[in-house]
């Protein structure tokens, strides 16, 4: 196991509260607004906040012309489209559903690792990958056979998962001579204006003012989510190991699942907790560390 320095683990640990508590919070933020909007609002008010961090430790803002094409297709993968399908997910899922299905993003990203990047699986780490599967079907087998249920949402969250371990695989390979803020101040700034572009193309007839309660959770995805932890998550995925860089998503579902059923009073159904059980084992069967000999 990669051992992680002090500053690793503080910010392992406050980005796992970040992400798990925004599961509610982004729920609370579109119950009534168009989810688009939302995220598009979000990320606009945090591109000042990710300017001033950046000219507040000096971290210079350039990149070469050369490198857009990469930078490009690294904002496709991890941001476009996780940003834009997951916080559709969320509008029509649970919040704490909306969070199993997007944390089986290591799940993806280890089958992918496998079979196009060369990476070695162990046996245990493909039992993982049945029990994820099996996680996803009870869920599935919930939306469908319920009135009110969502199979579109789950297979937004699904797709957005699977995009997101594409853009992490990349991004642990990429050699972009650029600082991790600045990959991510200008990452954002490219999700920003396609998420606008969307809002504008579908959702100009929902516009309305928003509410004090999602004016808060466009506040705390503006400065915490995408003005921290979105750079947070970078700073990990380059720096560490695929095992050590993806730790936090042992925790960040669990919290989105019990904070959403505190805060919002969601109804956690037995599909709901044994596809978290199932979840844990598979992210724990694909990320612990395997034994000396």
């Given at each position: 196991m990669h051992?992680?320095?002090?500053?690793?683990?503080?910010t392992l640990a406050l980005l796992t509260l970040i992400w798990g508590l925004n599961w509610p919070i982004m729920k609370l933020g579109v119950t009534d607004f168009p989810p688009l909007t939302f995220r598009a609002l979000s990320m606009w008010l945090s591109l000042p906040v990710l300017w001033l961090v950046l000219r507040g430790m000096r971290v210079p803002l350039g990149v070469a012309r050369e490198h857009w094409r990469e930078l490009f297709w690294l904002a496709f993968a991890n941001m476009?489209?996780?940003?834009?399908?997951?916080?559709?997910a969320v509008k029509s899922l649970s919040s704490g559903r909306a969070a199993i299905l997007g944390y089986t993003m290591p799940i993806f990203s280890a089958v992918l690792g496998a079979l196009f990047f060369g990476n070695r699986m162990l046996p245990r780490?493909?039992?993982?990958?049945?029990?994820?599967?099996?996680?996803?079907?009870?869920?599935?087998?919930?939306?469908?056979?319920?009135?009110?249920?969502?199979?579109?949402?789950?297979?937004?969250?699904?797709?957005?998962?699977?995009?997101?371990?594409?853009?992490?695989?990349?991004?642990r390979r990429t050699t972009l001579p650029v600082a991790t803020l600045t990959l991510s101040f200008w990452m954002t700034a490219l999700t920003t204006a396609v998420m606008t572009l969307l809002a504008l193309l579908f959702e100009t007839s929902q516009w309305k003012t928003p509410s004090g309660a999602t004016w808060a959770a466009i506040l705390f995805n503006a400065v915490l989510v995408f003005g921290f932890a979105q750079a947070a998550w970078f700073f990990l995925a380059r720096g560490l190991p695929p095992v050590a860089?993806?730790?936090?998503?042992?925790?960040?579902?669990?919290?989105?699942?019990?904070?959403?059923?505190?805060?919002?009073?969601?109804?956690?159904?037995?599909q709901d907790w044994t596809a978290v059980v199932l979840m844990v084992a598979a992210i724990g069967s694909v990320l612990a560390p395997a034994r000396k000999t």
């Open positions: 051992a992680l320095s002090r500053r690793q683990l503080v476009f489209i996780w940003q834009g399908l997951i916080i559709l780490a493909w039992a993982g990958v049945v029990a994820a599967g099996a996680g996803v079907v009870l869920l599935l087998w919930y939306e469908f056979t319920h009135l009110t249920g969502s199979p579109l949402g789950v297979m937004e969250a699904l797709v957005a998962a699977a995009a997101w371990a594409v853009g992490t695989q990349m991004l860089s993806t730790l936090s998503v042992m925790l960040t579902p669990i919290l989105g699942v019990f904070s959403g059923a505190v805060w919002l009073h969601e109804v956690l159904h037995w």
